[in-house]
């Protein structure tokens, strides 16, 4: 995850806190897993690369943005310092249902 960071955004990443664990089920044909982390300490510089142009945004302007249906969902728990896992399940581009779990840390 440390490396994937850099290469796509030219960001070293230190002390990585893992939040929680989303599934979509059958998402566009796929079974995808997505870890979700935060990092609030980093050196280096933003690249544009072949993900596209990245730039800083404003955390109050975040759930602003063109997101998936999912994402204004889970993206509160990560202010809230809540850990989870998710399920999300689209038919298309249109999200059908979702659950969720909350963890206590110390179960993990």
């Known amino acids: 995850m440390i490396r994937?960071?850099?290469?796509?955004?030219?960001?070293?990443?230190r002390d990585p806190k893992l939040?929680?664990?989303?599934?979509?089920?059958?998402f566009k044909g796929n079974d995808w897993y997505v870890?979700?982390?935060?990092a609030n300490e980093f050196t280096g510089e933003l690249i544009d690369?072949?993900?596209?142009?990245?730039?800083?945004i404003p955390d109050e302007n975040v759930l602003d943005l063109n997101l998936w249906e999912?994402?204004?969902?889970?993206?509160?728990w990560i202010q809230e310092g809540k850990f989870f896992s998710a399920k999300f399940e689209y038919e298309g581009?249109?999200?059908?249902?979702?659950?969720?779990?909350?963890?206590n840390w110390?179960?993990?």
């Not at 994937?4 to 990443?13: A, D, N, Q, R, T």
């Not at 870890?35 to 935060?38: L, P, Q, S, W």
């Open 4 to 13: 994937e960071v850099y290469e796509e955004s030219g960001l070293f990443i």
């Open 19 to 26: 939040c929680g664990l989303l599934m979509f089920p059958k």
């Open 35 to 38: 870890f979700v982390f935060i």
């Open 49 to 56: 690369s072949p993900e596209g142009h990245l730039e800083w």
């Open 70 to 76: 999912s994402d204004h969902i889970f993206m509160p």
């Open 93 to 103: 581009d249109k999200m059908m249902s979702h659950e969720v779990t909350f963890h």
């Open 106 to 108: 110390q179960e993990v």
